[in-house]
């Protein structure tokens, strides 16, 4: 056993550094599927560490929430990859199917002991803060800080980046739409966080390339 720890250079103890690479391995599997994906999950990631800071979480806290935020859409992996890349509009079956991805990403990562941390965080990512989300229907505070946190960052980050079906939206743009949903699909809070980021131009350090100067 030690011989084959040694061979595969097994650490004593893993460190968050290890998580990270982990994760972030998983998330780019996921990801080099799914052209559309590039680096989402790095920059959803970042996102939410940057709001869990500006909230005032404690930084175990925070780190639970980037790790989380990293996964958040890797039960995507079971979905097939002719609805995964689908362009234009998907069908309702295909939809119900898509949205399963919270579930199964739950699953997936329920099975490893190091991210039973953030279940809360990859299953309720699609719940809205008005309770008519998925897969649970939980409301307001009911939703794990982490999932509510990463649904803001996940929905902006998709809105400023290219789809198949229609070009990004720019970042102003995005940020009414942010508002649009405040309160309903959104915390109202977690919304004024990423605003005040947005505001005083605080998202350079997230790699957005061209996105930010529009
Ligand atoms: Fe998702
Ligand atoms: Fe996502």
Redesign the pocket.
């Known amino acids: 056993m030690l011989g084959l720890e040694r061979m595969f250079n097994v650490p004593n103890r893993i460190t968050l550094d290890d998580l990270h690479d982990m994760v972030d391995a998983l998330s780019s599997a996921l990801e080099a599927k799914n052209a559309h994906?590039c680096g989402?999950?790095q920059r959803?990631a970042e996102l939410s560490l940057l709001m869990a800071q500006r909230i005032g979480l404690s930084p175990i806290e925070q780190e639970r929430i980037h790790i989380g935020a990293h996964l958040?859409?890797i039960g995507k992996i079971g979905i097939p990859d002719v609805i995964l890349n689908k362009p234009g509009k998907l069908t309702d079956s295909e939809f119900a199917i898509i949205r399963q991805h919270p579930e199964i990403g739950g699953q997936i990562v329920s099975k490893v002991k190091v991210f039973h941390s953030v279940v809360d965080i990859v299953r309720h990512?699609h719940e809205r803060f008005d309770g008519k989300g998925y897969p649970d229907k939980l409301c307001g505070t009911e939703i794990a800080l982490g999932a509510r946190i990463v649904s803001v960052a996940?929905a902006f980050?998709?809105m400023i980046s290219m789809r198949s079906y229609r070009p990004p939206l720019n970042v102003s743009e995005a940020m009414v739409e942010m508002e649009r949903f405040r309160g309903s699909q959104f915390d109202p809070a977690i919304v004024d966080v990423l605003r005040r980021l947005v505001n005083n131009n605080e998202l350079e350090c997230i790699n957005y390339g061209e996105l930010l100067t529009g």
Request: charged share 30%.
């Open positions: 994906m989402h999950s959803v958040h859409d990512h996940d980050d998709a």
